[in-house]
Structure formats: C-alpha cells, structure tokens
C-alpha cells in the first residue's frame, strides 16, 4: 500500500462531499425549501461482528443527510475505514491475501427525490487497497417515470466526460452499469443506467485519480437539469404510487445483490450510513 | 427419496392453504370487508436462472393474496417443486450430493394487516428431500407496537402445541427462532419471537409430519384472538409511523437473511409468490 495517495485520496473524498452538499443544499434553497441543510453525523467504526478479528479496526465516516422539499432524503457519506478482512469475506475480495488488511475510502451519494418527475441518482467514487489497490465508482439513474431527453442529456454528459480520459472507459463502464445495476428475479433493469467501474488500476495512478475526481465533480452538473426542469412539474397518484414502486426495486436492488451495502455490512460499518440509500415512503403492491 | 411421504406431505401442503385461506376471508369478513376475497394466482416453476441445470424443472405452486381492510395484504402460498440445484447453490444444502437433485413443497404465510396494533404473522411448513429429507417452519409474531398479553398468550399456545410432541421441542425451536430472526446488523430482532426448526428428521417420519400439521392446524387460533381484541382499536399517525419502520426492518430481513426467500430465488421460483412478503406502505427515515 502507499500511504502518499491514501492520503491524497481521502483528502479529496472529504472535499468533494462537502462541495456536493454546497451545491445541493444551494439547489434545494433554489426551488425548495431556503432553510433546509445537511444534518452531519460521525461515527467512528467498530468492528462488533469480528471482535476476534486481527488488527484494531479503525477509521469512520461522515453521514450526511438532508431533508428538504425537492429532495425528500438525499444522503451524502464519505468514509475511510482499514482494518482486516473476515475470512470468510476475504475469498471475495481482490488481492486480500493472507492478512485481509485493507483500507478504503469513498463518497456515496444516493438522492430520493420527492417528485416522482426527478429521477433517483446514485453516484460513488472510492479507492480501496488491498495487497492491490484500485479505484472504483460511477453514477447512475433511476427514474420512477422514464424522460427521454433527460436520460440522453445524462448519457451525453457522462460520455463527455470518460472520452476525456480513454475512449474505450464509456462504453465498457455503461455495460458495466447495465449488467451490475440489473435485478435478475425481476428481468428487469433497476435504472436507466450511467456508469460503473471497478478494480480501475492502469498503472497510471495519477491518471485514474483524476478519473475519479471528474466523476465527482461531474455529479452537480448531471443533476442540476434533472431538477430544474422536473421538479415543478404537477404530479397525482399515479406518478406517486409508480415512485413507490420504483423505489421497492431500488431496495430490492440494493439489499439482495449491491456491492458496496454488502462491504459495509460484512466489514463492520455504521448501518445507517450504508442504509442510508432506503428510501423514505416506499411499498410493494 | 420416499414418494409416498412426498405426495402425503404435498397433499397436506395443499389442504392447509385452503383451510387458512378460509379462516382468513372469515375473519375478514367479521371484522372488516365482508367481500373481500383472496386472489389465486397459479404458477409453473421456470428454472430462469440456470437453464442449463440438469433435469427438467418442475413443479410450481399457488399464489394467494387477500386485500381487505383487516388484512392490507395476506398472502398465503402452496409450492411443490423439484429439479436440480445450480452447483453453486449446492454447496448450502443438507445432502444435496452429487447430482443435486431436490423435491421441496410447503406453505408459506405473511400476513401484514392494516392495523399497526395487529401484529405482522409469518407461518411456514414445508418438506424437503435431497439425499436426506426433513421438515422445517414455524411461526412467529413482529408487533410493530408490542403488547405484552398478546405476546404472552401466543408464546403460551404455541408453547402448548410443542409439548404435546416433545418437551423439547419448544425450548430449543424458540431459542431457534430467536436467533435466526435477528437483524446483526441493527443489531435487534425482527419481531417478538415464536419457533422456528429445520432439519427435522426425527427418524419417525409420522411422528414429525403430524408435529408439521399441528403447527399448520395451530395458526387460525393463533392469529384470531389478535385480530379480535386489537383490530377495531383506533391509531394516530405515530403508530403509522411505528409500523412503516417495521415494516421496513421485516424487508431488511427477508431481502438480506430470509432462507426462503433466498431458495426461491436461487431454485428459479416465482418471484411474485417469493417478494409476496413484502409490505405495502414501508419507509426508512
């Protein structure tokens, strides 16, 4: 492991979840409610399903949490976490060798709005470290009533952006999207898709960094139109109970199969941050 | 695998759904919507997931769902299926052996009612036979706002049913049930307990399928002194609130833990009859 970008890294992570909660409390004020912010909460980690594991586990997080009228719950975590590995876990990870040790650090961000007219968004950017080290991510949609100019401005905008780094990063990480964000049982897509990546180590480290922080900084751009142009938008029971419905799958999704709900849970996080994700008023018909 | 059990078990599967289907539409009737019915949905089973798996696929089950005005929604399903597990699913099974070949029928209830002072109710029996064959299920209570007199009398009759087959049996399948139903990652349990078993293989086969049947035939008088005495009770929206969050807990659950929903969705089930437990109107705060 190399301690110079961990560090580097996490510095980032901590300043992009701050900028982004700027920016979207700014955008709540905008075309919601002017008072409404972040509530802040830390945790420090504990390890309390593998107390016998090796190693003082350590690290935690910032949850962050907003309440407002255009978004109805939009949660923004970052954290940095190390330890060990179970060992059970440690067969599905990467490079988790003989001691399990790890570090990792990352934002995520998954926003309900309360227009049925807005879609959902997830965005995740992390570097995890093992005896290898990676980044991953993406950002990703998941809308309750399909638009689809807003879904090709999206795509655009995500293409855009990943053609500055490689040609071949959009095409490959929007498959990725597709197959990951899918609910087999269903046969069905969870979203419209976006994004995702994983294991993105090039030899370049500078170079994915720098990836990964022009998805970060892209999110405010993706979602800003999103907003503006839906959120005023008259809806009725239809579009509510399709929200309901919608947001179900996305429980579905991230319960049954999401990677990093799974991490958190298996390496000791704070559930309600890794919970964070579960939308408010939801159903199954 | 011993065909005569099978087809007695599978009988007894099917005669007990119709039987709690019409306690329920009774009760219903009494103390709510005196219309409302359930709805059966027949289902062939599809091995979607692995069609390459060897064997023919087969068998299916009845879907029963009930919406009301005491029972916001019951669900009450028959299965009978067989085929052959995927290779990754085998490795998990009591002595599913080389060919992984299973036969596996049951019912399965969830019950969420309407009123947050009526508890939610979970019931299953069930038979399988790989290269051993057993049973397995229980029953047991989530009280989104517990009472103690309710909670005391159910563990009371269940208590009795066990006795009349073994002293044994109520100690160890309600430690059982208390700790399957455990929620490590709140670290809470999912509801106020009742029993749960499984590899039930006594070597007297009558003897364990006529203990499977009591706790079948036990369920309506379990469940009706419940609706009686607490669903005509007047709530407030904090009471609401109470039982959207344990509803959402009973999805944390079944989504993340549940055994059989995991088999349904790993035997390529059918995902409707499996995701019938989940609840109308849930939220996350």
Same mark, same amino acid.
Not at 52 to 69: D, F, I, N, Q
Not at 120 to 135: G, L, P, S, V, Y
Not at 256 to 263: M, N, P, Q, V, Y
């Given at each position: 492991m190399t301690p110079q970008h961990q560090q580097k890294a996490e510095q980032w992570f901590r300043q992009i979840q701050k900028q982004i909660i700027a920016g979207l409390e700014a955008l709540e004020a905008e075309y919601g409610d002017e008072t409404a912010q972040f509530q802040l909460?830390?945790? #420090?980690?504990?390890?309390?399903? +593998?107390?016998?594991?090796? %190693?003082?586990?350590?690290?935690?997080?910032?949850?962050?949490?907003?309440? %407002?009228?255009?978004?109805?719950?939009?949660?923004?975590?970052?954290?940095?976490? +190390?330890?060990?590995?179970s060992e059970k876990y440690r067969a599905e990870i990467l490079g988790a060798g003989e001691s399990g040790a790890f570090w990792a650090s990352g934002v995520s961000l998954v926003i309900h709005p309360t227009s049925p007219f807005?879609?959902?968004? +997830?965005?995740?950017?992390?570097?995890?470290?093992?005896?290898? #080290? !990676?980044?991953g991510g993406g950002v990703d949609l998941t809308s309750c009533i399909p638009n689809t100019e807003d879904t090709a401005r999206f795509h655009q905008q995500v293409k855009a952006c990943c053609d500055r780094f490689d040609p071949d990063h959009y095409p490959k990480f929007k498959a990725w999207c597709d197959e990951y964000f899918f609910l087999p +049982?269903?046969?069905?897509?969870? %979203?419209? %898709?976006?994004?995702? @990546?994983?294991?993105?180590?090039?030899?370049?480290?500078?170079?994915?960094?720098?990836?990964? #922080?022009?998805i970060g900084a892209l999110f405010l751009d993706l979602y800003r139109p999103l907003v503006q142009e839906?959120?005023?938008?008259? !809806?009725?029971?239809?579009?509510?109970?399709? #929200?309901?419905?919608?947001?179900?799958? @996305?429980?579905?999704?991230n319960l049954l199969f999401d990677r990093g709900t799974r991490f958190g849970l298996m390496t000791g996080g704070n559930t309600e941050a890794i919970l964070m994700s579960l939308p408010p008023r939801t159903g199954w018909k």
């Amino acid at each position: 492991m190399t301690p110079q970008h961990q560090q580097k890294a996490e510095q980032w992570f901590r300043q992009i979840q701050k900028q982004i909660i700027a920016g979207l409390e700014a955008l709540e004020a905008e075309y919601g409610d002017e008072t409404a912010q972040f509530q802040l909460t830390r945790w #420090q980690r504990q390890n309390k399903y +593998h107390p016998s594991a090796p %190693g003082a586990p350590g690290g935690g997080g910032t949850m962050a949490v907003l309440r %407002g009228r255009v978004f109805e719950k939009a949660g923004v975590n970052f954290s940095a976490v +190390h330890g060990h590995f179970s060992e059970k876990y440690r067969a599905e990870i990467l490079g988790a060798g003989e001691s399990g040790a790890f570090w990792a650090s990352g934002v995520s961000l998954v926003i309900h709005p309360t227009s049925p007219f807005v879609p959902i968004i +997830h965005m995740n950017t992390r570097m995890i470290a093992t005896e290898k #080290q !990676w980044f991953g991510g993406g950002v990703d949609l998941t809308s309750c009533i399909p638009n689809t100019e807003d879904t090709a401005r999206f795509h655009q905008q995500v293409k855009a952006c990943c053609d500055r780094f490689d040609p071949d990063h959009y095409p490959k990480f929007k498959a990725w999207c597709d197959e990951y964000f899918f609910l087999p +049982h269903r046969d069905e897509a969870r %979203g419209v %898709g976006g994004i995702f @990546y994983d294991y993105l180590d090039s030899g370049d480290w500078n170079q994915d960094f720098a990836f990964t #922080q022009a998805i970060g900084a892209l999110f405010l751009d993706l979602y800003r139109p999103l907003v503006q142009e839906n959120a005023h938008r008259p !809806w009725g029971e239809a579009e509510a109970e399709a #929200q309901r419905l919608k947001r179900g799958r @996305y429980v579905e999704f991230n319960l049954l199969f999401d990677r990093g709900t799974r991490f958190g849970l298996m390496t000791g996080g704070n559930t309600e941050a890794i919970l964070m994700s579960l939308p408010p008023r939801t159903g199954w018909k």
